[in-house]
């Protein structure tokens, strides 16, 4: 196992252990209000988070690590059995898997044979126990001044009534429910409402367009759609009903029937009158749901019973249903956000990540409140309608963690050091990082101006498909460095593999592949098993690839850099480059696509597409335009191209292929370094984008 080597090597630990022998009274004297930040922090100035850590240094990180590597299912039984409801308690057999596609089907098992529901854990068992008045929702409206909250009490209520009235239109457990809104606190309502009752919900995040909707609720075969009529997000307002409207359509045209669509009024940014609904089909939830009764029997799922399916976009093909089970994402979720958190019961924590999205499943739904969390619930943008949106809300609630986007930090960053300034922020404890990987001179300032040098940074390296974070450093249990996501989570084992699958030791870079199962991998992909299997198991067998690439240093800590397939990562979004090149393909003019990511400054990865149009079509700026806008409408507008390269040819192989590498090159300006171009049937291909790339505006 690759961490106790790291504790041996590691310097810091070292020098650290020389500094306390020397002066060992004097030790909180030495304890400065460092905030240089060289290439690594000293864990040990950060006192108060310190305090309330759950691990205080890499020697009891340590300990347990190993456990959970080489005893998982005695490890995480423990933490199912102490920190959750059980109504079938997890016997002691309960974990099995196989990630080796040599050896048959792979599939994993854990906590098998316990039955308990997540919703209960986030919810009635807090009630049970005396908290039902500790504040569990904190909403922030778009508009400062727009605000509101919700106990723990009043959000069971809510979660029982919406749960009754799924069960009145015939929901059942295993059945799927499409939820389609925007950051209110219904939101996360609906998903516990579902969770409550055994029923699938597949969030659809509210930026997508209809097209996308429609497919997502085909391919769950949801019967019931859950919306909101309008939002605002900064200045603009967005008709969700109307996208929700078409997505139905769609899918109608196609011969799937949506049966019962919920629209949550939203009246602060359109009212009931203004909304169109379709009789029979559609009903305001502020019309029905306060009728329905505010208890609603629990279904005790099997552990391994279906939670969710969320969508994410690969290398290939359409987005594929993530699918996760109950007892694993539920132990998992809770443990990581209370480890990587420092999370103490009580604590006011704030996650801007939307629901949509994978971190608002595990970090915002159920990850907190299975913590006992009082958390904020944002609808609007930071940095609207000031950059100073966040640090207002940070001293509004006097929240302790902080969970975001090096995007949002970077854009923050530009808005200037005056704006976090005004704002005191000293209730912070903790500053997260997820969705991409984080430069080093934003975590520098994130760290230095808004964390004023007293909090760490944990840089949380996840995916959809792991469900909870797999690489981050804990909270002052060892010294962070700029740029590193460090060290694996309990129950994590990283595998670095080359191309020829060697499993590579020590320090080295290669693909990054996890080693083992733990409780919240992804099962399948809903209604592909073989795509699970070729996609995640295939590359590297016996090892679950994740599609990214990685870096191990001297002191064993891991950097991530980035994709080595097809997916490209803008402003924390992934975005599949097939799904692209199919929209822009999609338009009447376009002969052919191919989209590559390049380096962004605020978004991490932009998109540049070259577009090769039919013979005889014009090349101008309102075909442009309409292309960029059919990508727009089958995925929406976060997926739009920042750049469009007109591209009379592509580089190809003489087999055909696409040399994504070569167009990587141009689109960064690096053409000094195309590499090997011998290979490409017409050489030319590449002088003439060069040309065209000087002509663009
Ligand atoms: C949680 C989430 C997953 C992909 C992942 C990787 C990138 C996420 C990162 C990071 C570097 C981090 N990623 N966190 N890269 N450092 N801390 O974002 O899930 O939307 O599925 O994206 O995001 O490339 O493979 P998801």
Redo the contacts with the bound molecule.
């Keep these: 196992v690759q961490g106790r080597r790291h504790a041996a090597a590691n310097p810091l630990r070292a020098q650290r252990v020389a500094r306390r022998a020397a002066a060992p009274a004097s030790r909180t004297a030495t304890v400065t209000k460092a905030v240089k930040v060289a290439d690594h922090t000293d864990a040990r100035q950060y006192i108060d988070t310190r305090h309330h850590a759950h691990i205080h240094n890499h020697r009891e990180y340590e300990e347990m690590y190993q456990r959970s590597i080489e005893d998982p299912d005695g490890f995480w039984r423990e933490i199912a059995m102490k920190e959750f409801h059980w109504e079938t308690p997890v016997p002691e057999k309960h974990h099995n898997y196989n990630f080796d596609v040599r050896k048959g089907p792979i599939f994993t098992e854990w906590f098998k044979g316990g039955k308990t529901n997540i919703a209960y854990n986030c919810l009635d068992r807090h009630v049970k126990d005396g908290y039902g008045d500790q504040d569990c929702f904190l909403f922030e409206g778009n508009d400062v001044g727009r605000d509101g909250r919700m106990t723990y009490a009043e959000v069971l209520k809510e979660v029982c009534r919406v749960a009754n009235w799924l069960r009145s239109v015939g929901v059942k457990k295993g059945d799927s429910v499409a939820i389609y809104m925007p950051m209110v606190c219904e939101l996360p309502i609906a998903m516990l409402a579902c969770a409550r009752i055994g029923a699938v919900h597949s969030v659809v995040f509210g930026g997508f367009s209809s097209d996308a909707l429609a497919s997502r609720i085909e391919d769950c075969k949801a019967r019931v759609v859950i919306t909101c009529n309008a939002v605002k997000r900064g200045t603009k307002a967005i008709d969700l009903k109307k996208i929700a409207d078409a997505g139905c359509n769609i899918a109608k045209d196609q011969g799937f029937n949506v049966e019962h669509v919920l629209v949550y009024a939203n009246d602060d940014a359109q009212s009931k009158a203004d909304t169109k609904m379709t009789a029979g089909r559609d009903l305001f939830w502020q019309d029905v749901i306060p009728q329905q009764k505010d208890e609603a029997e629990v279904e005790w799922m099997d552990s391994e019973d279906t939670l969710f399916y969320l969508y994410?976009s690969g290398s290939t093909g359409k987005p594929k249903g993530v699918l996760h089970t109950t007892g694993g994402f539920m132990v998992y979720s809770a443990t990581t956000f209370k480890y990587v958190f420092a999370f103490q019961p009580g604590d006011v924590y704030w996650c801007t990540a939307d629901c949509g999205?994978?971190?608002g499943h595990s970090y915002l739904t159920y990850g907190p409140l299975l913590n006992r969390a009082t958390q904020v619930v944002f609808e609007g943008v930071p940095t609207y309608p000031n950059p100073d949106r966040c640090w207002e809300v940070i001293d509004k609630y006097q929240v302790k963690q902080f969970y975001t986007a090096p995007t949002a930090i970077r854009s923050l960053m530009r808005s200037g050091d005056d704006w976090v300034k005004k704002h005191s922020r000293t209730s912070l404890r903790v500053l997260g990082?997820?969705?991409?990987?984080?430069n080093p001179e934003a975590w520098k300032w994130y760290h230095e101006v808004v964390g004023d040098g007293r909090c760490p940074i944990v840089?949380?390296?996840?995916?959809?498909?792991t469900a909870g974070h797999m690489i981050t450093p804990l909270p002052a249990a060892w010294p962070e460095k700029p740029g590193s996501?460090s060290l694996p989570f309990f129950g994590v084992k990283p595998v670095l593999v080359d191309d020829k699958n060697n499993v590579l030791e020590g320090e080295a870079e290669g693909m990054l592949c996890i080693g083992q199962s733990w409780p919240s991998n992804i099962r399948t992909v809903y209604g592909d098993h073989e795509r699970y299997e070729t996609t995640y198991f295939a590359p590297f067998p016996g090892y679950y690839f994740?599609?990214?690439g990685a870096r191990r240093d001297k002191d064993g800590y891991y950097w991530?850099t980035?994709?080595v397939d097809d997916?490209i990562?803008v402003s924390?979004?992934?975005i599949g480059t097939a799904e692209v090149e199919s929209a822009l393909v999609a338009h009447p003019q376009c002969a052919e696509a191919a989209v590559v990511g390049y380096e962004h400054p605020v978004k991490g990865q932009g998109i540049w597409a070259y577009v090769t149009l039919l013979e005889g079509v014009e090349y101008d700026d309102k075909l442009k335009k309409e292309l960029v806008m059919s990508v727009r409408e089958q995925i929406g507008a976060f997926a739009a191209p920042d750049v469009i390269h007109w591209a009379p040819g592509l580089p190809k192989t003489r087999s055909g292929k696409i040399m994504r590498r070569v167009l990587r090159k141009i689109a960064s300006f690096e053409e000094d370094q195309l590499g090997d171009t011998s290979t490409l049937a017409d050489p030319g291909v590449v002088q003439t984008l060069l040309e065209m790339r000087g002509n663009m505006d």
């Design positions: 994410t999205w994978i971190t990082s997820v969705g991409e990987p984080i840089d949380t390296w996840w995916q959809t498909e996501a994740s599609g990214d991530i980035g994709r997916v990562n924390g979004h992934r």
